[in-house]
Each structure stands twice: as C-alpha cells, then as structure tokens.
C-alpha cells in the first residue's frame, strides 16, 4: 500500500503490513459456485489506478503444477521500471514468487490450519465464540475447498488491507498467540493456491462488508510482477449494501470483475451470499485450489474420516503392511494421530481450557484433550531460569507423570506450550535406547522462550539449551523415584553391562558430545520417539583405570560405564554450574547493593562535612 494514500484503495500492493487480528474463520457447509471465465489480457501498469492494473498476456511457461513444493518453479515476468514515478517515492517491490517462498517456512500442513486457529483463538477476546473448518466444493470442477468461519469482531476495509499485507501486526496483548503479521499469507498459501476473504465488522457505529482476493493462480497466469490483491467494500449501515468508492466507480467495477474472474463465485449476488453465514460481525476463509502430494493426490484427505481432515501420506504410510500388534497400539495413541489426524492435533493444540469457545471441525465440536489430565502419580515441578533481566513468565510450572498405558507404551516426552499454543509435542529429551524415562510425559508453558515463525518449534538460544538440559534432569530424577509403581524392573547393572553391545576402549574423560541426539528429532514439528522396536541395549564406555579406584579395581583393568551413568554425571555437573551461575548472580547483585551503600554513605559523609565547616565559619564569624 502506498504511503501517499491516506484512504483504503481497492487495490492493495503488498509491500508492507498485515493484521491478522480477525482472519481465522471456517465454515459451514456453504454453495461455491463455478467462476466467470478467464481474463485473457490486462495491461502492466503498476501503482496506478485499479482499472489501469490488468494483467498482461500470459507468459510461456511450463505447465503449473499442483504440488506445493513444485509451485515456486515458473518463468518470472520481472519488468522492474529504473526510475520512480514523479513526485514519489522508491519503494521494495514484492513478486508472486514471494508468497510461495514465503509459505516454505511451513514444513507441515497442520501448521498451517493451527495459525489460522490462532487468529480465531485470539478473537475470544472480542467477542468470538466458535471456529468452524470444514470441506466445501468448487462447482466449477468439484474439486475440494478449506473453509474457515470465526465469529469475532470482523475487520472493516482498513484492518481486511493490513492482514493482507505483509509484516503489519497490531498484536500487542501478552496473551495474543500471533505476532509476527505473516501467519494468514504463510498458511492460506501453504495450503492452497488461492484464497477469498469475507469480512463483516462495525467500527463507530459504521457496518462493513469487505471482500478481498490473494490469488496466486490470477498473479502467476497474468505474468504480474507485482503482488495485486482486488478488494471491494460495502456499507451495510442501511438497509442494503452500498459499494464504497474510494477513487472512481470504473475501479470499483474493474475490482469487482476482477474478483469474478478468478474467484469460485461467477456474480455479485453470488459473492454477497456468502455473508449469509457469517452473521452481523466475524470473518470467512475460503481457500481452494488446494495442493496436491507429488503423486497428485490431495495432500488434505477428506474421505477416510468424514468428521476430520486427515494428512494423506502420513494417514497411509503404515496401511501397506501387516504392522506388528505392539506398533499398532502405539500408532493409536494420540503422541502419533496427531501426526496425521486433524481432529487429535486440534484436541492438544492449546492448554487453557475454553470456557464459552468451540472449535468445530466438519461439524463436531473437538473436544480438548489434557493429557496432564491423563497421568499416573503427576508430580508438579517448578523451574525458574536464570536470565539477566527479570522477566515475568519466567516461571514453568511442569506436570510430570506415566501416561496411563505405562509401561506397555514407551512413549515418552514433554509437551511444550508457548503462550496457550502447543509448539513442540512429546517432545523427548532422553536419549533414544534408555530404559530410563520410558514412559514419562511432562506438559509446561515456556513464555520465557521464543518459538520460530511456524511455531512448531523454539529457537535455539541458550535459555533453550538449559530448559532442555533441565528437562531430562527432571525425567531422570522422577524415573528413579516412581519407576517401580508402575511395574518396571531394572535389570542388575553388572548383568546389564555385558548385555549391551558395542563396548569401545576410549582415554580417560568424556564430554557432554556422548549425548548429543540426532538431528532430525523434530520432523515435521514433531518429537521423533515412535519406533517400531524399544531397543534398551545401551552401549557403554570403557575407560582405562590407572592404579586402584576406591572399589579396588586393579590398575589396567577397564571400567565399563554406560550411557545413563554419562548422562547422569553431565546432569550432576550441568546443576553444579546452574548453583554456581546463580551463585555468581547473587553475589554481583549483593556487589551492587554495596556499591550503591557506598555511594550513599560518601554523600552522607560530603553533606556532614560541609556542615561541619559551615557550623566553623559561623563560630568564627561569631567569636
């Protein structure tokens, strides 16, 4: 959007801003009808009025291709002008290439459908009570569409041009889960290639209706070398919908047709029904032309479940063999439907209990699943990390317990929370192969840590690295208390010694690299423990004795030392330096205590002093 326009324009240029503070939305199960035909030729105008943006002819390029992966691989159009219009200024320009690019950042499609039920979630506190997501068709050729409905409060034509803007967010609330202004461009086109906005809000006693339209299709086919997104706006304050105009009626009407061309809806009247459902504020998404997997299938399944959308390759990848009775359970145990059930995903999606909010999905209302709720003898464990600056939520209180089918499962791991939002699930910090910690579930909120922008996983920073290094403290110090209520035996360490394979004679030492963890631990914005086997060899370590330990070892006979007595020694030294860090904090706080009494006591003693020789020279003056 251009600076110079101090009025919303029909046209929106993505070069800065988007609030997503309104788009969330599904929906009911609503009529798409098939759209008007094609536009075949638009004119290469940019920033100049709406009726002067066409498209211009399309470019030679290789037929497009449904997979989101491929999308991004197309001839650009680039016909960049040198010199600025007169009397403006230079600015950024944004290709369509971007939004695909841009929409890389999500791995996973679930990630995409849960920033959408943010913005929903963040709309309770306007007012919101339910989301709906479900299927609905493209009569054009019957192809499948996403569809979201929210009733929050809505955005009026200025808010509908910022969410469809890049980097613009008004999300300042500490309990709002958006932040970065990117999410609906990132999801709506992770998922599909188009997608078609409705709007309906009242702002100062003024009712709107808005339209706005992201086509990826419409920019790729017209060969733009601009990011153009159509938008109309209807004042509904009366008694009937008024176009708004903001330049001249041929733009509004050059919009409009646009829109037709390239939308699922083939008239206007066609277009305002969709409001119908809706109600007198909130916001609907309908995304469609929706990407397939490389073997062209749909990467969204709608016909395995009919009240849940599920990933197809992950819903199949173990339905071509016979898969044993053991993996079978574990694979119906929500730590892995979650992986490719949208209805389980959604179930754990935020911690806090909903009150007077839904979300229903193909009709159902899910219902949350706390499995906190869920363990045997929870414990609740505190952890407050040492951070230089005093932060509120620094704070975790962590849930830790067996999962009810302990020790039959070996699922194992903690769900990690970010301001109500799940960010990493069973997420497991022990090491792959340890008997120790089998079992063992932990769920805590870390608003103290930043998650990356498609909020399936942290950011690496050092607060990071200790919360984790705390985490597997915590998992090792509750196995050893409860691990044998629930029935687990450990076998005799001498016995359990010669059993595991692998023993290597290394020089004396080791180091916190004995348990680094593979780096693929986080497919797809999940904790990677499913196995198909628990393997509980442990592979040991054994060093080289000199002289006699205290247990009268002879000097030159190896010690065998497993995994679990390294990783317990690292815990033992990580708490040391974690007292030693606090230590350190402590005493440079007491140091500025002291130096601040310094400083004072030194003012006290100049103010006693000049009042001393003060009470002199009036003696003197006196005598």
Not at 93 to 119: C, M, Q, Y
Not at 146 to 157: K, Q
Not at 388 to 399: I, Q, V, Y
Not at 585 to 593: A, G, V
């Amino acid at each position: 959007m251009s600076s110079k326009n101090e009025k919303p324009q029909n046209v929106v240029e993505l070069t800065s801003s988007d609030d997503e503070d309104n788009v969330a939305a599904g929906a009911t199960r609503p009529q798409v009808n098939a759209p008007a035909s094609k536009a075949t030729t638009q004119q290469n105008v940019p920033r100049q009025s709406a009726a002067a943006i066409a498209s211009s002819p399309p470019v030679n390029e290789a037929p497009e291709s449904r997979s989101f992966w491929k999308a991004g691989t197309y001839a650009a159009n680039i016909t960049i002008k040198s010199t600025p219009v007169q009397g403006s200024l230079e600015h950024a320009r944004v290709h369509p290439k971007f939004l695909h690019s841009n929409a890389t950042s999500h791995k996973w499609a679930f990630g995409a459908i849960a920033e959408l039920l943010d913005n929903a979630v963040d709309e309770v506190q306007n007012g919101a009570t339910f989301v709906k997501v479900d299927r609905v068709n493209i009569m054009k050729d019957n192809s499948p569409a996403l569809v979201f409905i929210d009733d929050g409060g809505g955005m009026d034509p200025e808010s509908l041009r910022k969410c469809m803007s890049l980097g613009y967010s008004t999300k300042k609330a500490n309990k709002t889960i958006g932040q970065y202004g990117n999410g609906f461009k990132t999801s709506t086109m992770r998922l599909g290639a188009d997608v078609i906005v409705f709007s309906r809000a009242t702002h100062e006693s003024k009712s709107t209706q808005s339209i706005g339209l992201l086509s990826y299709t419409y920019l790729r086919k017209t060969g733009q070398d601009d990011v153009i997104v159509p938008m109309i706006d209807f004042d509904i304050s009366g008694h009937w919908a008024e176009p708004i105009i903001y330049s001249s009626q041929d733009d509004w009407s050059f919009n409009l047709k646009t829109i037709l061309e390239w939308s699922p809806f083939a008239s206007k009247s066609e277009l305002l029904q969709q409001f119908e459902d809706i109600g007198p504020h909130g916001t609907k998404v309908i995304i469609y032309n929706l990407w397939m997997n490389d073997e062209g299938v749909y990467e969204l399944s709608f016909d395995d479940d009919e009240e849940d959308i599920c990933l197809r390759d992950e819903a199949n990848s173990g339905s071509l063999k016979k898969l044993p009775k053991k993996v079978l359970e574990r694979q119906s145990h929500i730590s892995y439907r979650i992986r490719y059930s949208l209805r389980a995903y959604a179930s754990m999606l935020y911690l806090g209990k909903f009150d007077n909010f839904k979300i229903i999905l193909r009709g159902k209302p899910i219902q949350q699943f706390h499995i906190a709720d869920e363990l045997k003898f929870p414990k609740v464990i505190s952890y407050r990390p040492q951070v230089s600056a005093p932060l509120k939520d620094a704070t975790a209180e962590t849930t830790i317990g067996f999962i009810k089918e302990a020790p039959a499962l070996s699922v194992s791991g903690f769900n990690v929370y970010h301001k109500n939002r799940l960010i990493r699930p069973f997420w497991k910090v022990t090491g792959d192969g340890s008997l120790k910690g089998n079992g063992v579930v932990g769920v805590l909120e870390a608003n103290f840590i930043e998650p990356t922008h498609d909020k399936q996983d942290f950011e690496r920073s050092t607060l990071f690295v200790r919360l984790e290094s705390k985490l597997k403290q915590m998992t090792l110090e509750y196995w050893k208390a409860y691990y044998h209520l629930i029935g687990h035996q450990l076998p005799a360490s001498s016995s359990y010694n010669m059993e595991s394979g692998g023993s290597v004679l290394s020089p004396v030492g080791h180091g916190p690299d004995m348990q680094k963890q593979p780096a693929d631990q986080h497919k797809l914005g999940l904790a990677s423990n499913f196995q198909e086997d628990m393997h509980l060899d442990v592979p040991s370590v054994a060093l080289q004795g000199k002289g006699h330990d205290n247990d009268g070892t002879p000097e030159g006979h190896p010690v065998t030392i497993s995994a679990d007595q390294i990783c317990e020694e690292n815990i033992q030294l990580f708490i040391k330096c974690e007292e030693h860090l606090q230590r350190e904090t402590e005493i440079n706080q007491l140091i500025e205590l002291l130096e601040k009494e310094v400083t004072q006591a030194k003012l006290k003693c100049a103010k006693l002093s000049a009042y001393v020789e003060a009470r002199k020279k009036q003696k003197t003056m006196e005598q």
